[in-house]
């Protein structure tokens, strides 16, 4: 998902960092001081889009505190110690943009993930809702996008074949969502024309789930 936004992001003309904890740019985003120093070395930032994240199917009663915190922290915290470093630039500036990588476990009780990635997307949808509201000032726009089944190595490749294919079947467009489809919401939200919307939760679920 983070490689098809780099690429389009790229296309449209833009210079673009990628933190990540073996990359290029290394950082922890739960870190906030690693954090500060990293948006530090960048500079300007005009795009954010937040796409760390880690996975995790426990239900309640089989999740220990460490998997709680941990998740949690690259999920939620991550986010908002991002943003944090990166609000003040863009109030002056009075433009930018925030895309939080949501999720459809957020409003369907975990359907797709366990109860400490559910509960982390749900609060980071709160965040999303909270910074769009703070900004809308300031011409920086903050919005979601609350993806399920993305064909990446954390989601899809973890399954057996049958389950794929039960997956699948429950899908109505009969297929998981490409990666790159997540990156064309990104490239839409994050441009010129977007600019009058915030505070706004894309699903990108196939018809999963109809709200």
């Known amino acids: 998902m983070g490689r098809a936004v780099v690429s389009f992001l790229k296309e449209d003309g833009l210079t673009v960092f990628g933190l990540d904890l073996h990359g290029d740019f290394p950082c922890d985003v739960s870190d906030p001081v690693a954090v500060k120093r990293a948006i530090g070395k960048i500079g300007r930032v005009d795009v954010?889009?937040?796409?760390?994240?880690?996975?995790?199917?426990?239900?309640?009663?089989?999740?220990?505190?460490?998997?709680w915190h941990k998740v949690l922290a690259a999920n939620l915290d991550g986010a908002f110690f991002l943003a944090r470093e990166v609000i003040p630039g863009m109030k002056a500036r009075r433009w930018g943009r925030i895309v939080n990588t949501c999720s459809l476990a957020a409003k369907t009780g975990g359907l797709t993930a366990g109860t400490a990635y559910a509960t982390s997307k749900g609060a980071l949808t709160s965040l999303t809702f909270s910074l769009a509201r703070e900004l809308a000032a300031f011409g920086v726009t903050v919005n979601g996008i609350s993806p399920a089944y993305v064909k990446t190595p954390m989601v899809t490749e973890q399954l057996t074949e049958a389950q794929r294919q039960a997956l699948i079947a429950q899908i109505p467009v009969g297929r998981f969502?490409?990666?790159?489809?997540?990156?064309?919401?990104?490239?839409?939200?994050?441009?010129?024309?977007?600019?009058?919307?915030?505070?706004?939760?894309?699903?990108?679920?196939?018809?999963?789930?109809?709200?």
Do not use: Y
């Open 48 to 67: 954010l889009v937040n796409n760390a994240g880690i996975l995790s199917n426990n239900k309640a009663e089989a999740t220990t505190a460490e998997e």
């Open 177 to 211: 969502c490409e990666p790159e489809e997540f990156a064309h919401v990104v490239r839409f939200l994050v441009s010129p024309l977007a600019g009058f919307i915030t505070g706004e939760i894309v699903d990108l679920n196939g018809g999963l789930v109809m709200d």
